[in-house]
């Protein structure tokens, strides 16, 4: 398994830009899909986005296409979530994971997860 540590959260204004970034322990990082998931206060994790190993696929979730863009550097271990035109339903705790198949998007699919960073959007 892979060990994950993701930055970047914050405190942002409706319409500002984050980008969170989750560094990655583990000589077999370039192999693993990943992802980004998000957990607001009182609901459940929902999928936010993932790409598979080389960048050629990556998946996002309906509420944030055309916002968000994920990347990876598998030379540096990390994977990036670009967030813009932020609003103040984005506000949860974002979660990065890895999963051991080709591509994924399913939330029980993914084995490794790291602690989270706090996003909050004020309006």
Do not use: M
């Given at each position: 398994q892979v060990q994950l540590v993701e930055s970047g959260g914050g405190l942002v204004?409706?319409?500002d830009s984050l980008r969170l970034?989750?560094?990655?322990s583990g000589r077999?990082?370039?192999t693993y899909t990943m992802?980004?998931?998000?957990?607001?206060p009182g609901?459940?994790?929902?999928f936010v986005a993932a790409i598979n190993w080389n960048n050629v696929n990556t998946y996002l979730a309906d509420s944030v296409k055309g916002r968000f863009t994920i990347a990876r550097d598998n030379g540096k271990n990390t994977i990036y979530l670009q967030m813009?035109?932020?609003k103040p339903e984005d506000t949860a705790v974002y979660y990065c994971a890895a999963a051991r198949l080709s591509f994924t998007s399913t939330n029980t699919d993914f084995a490794s997860w790291g602690?989270?960073?706090q996003v909050?959007?004020?309006s």
């Open positions: 204004q409706a319409g970034s989750c560094a990655a077999t990082f370039s992802g980004w998931f998000r957990q607001a609901k459940e994790r929902e813009n035109s932020l602690q989270g960073t909050t959007v004020s």
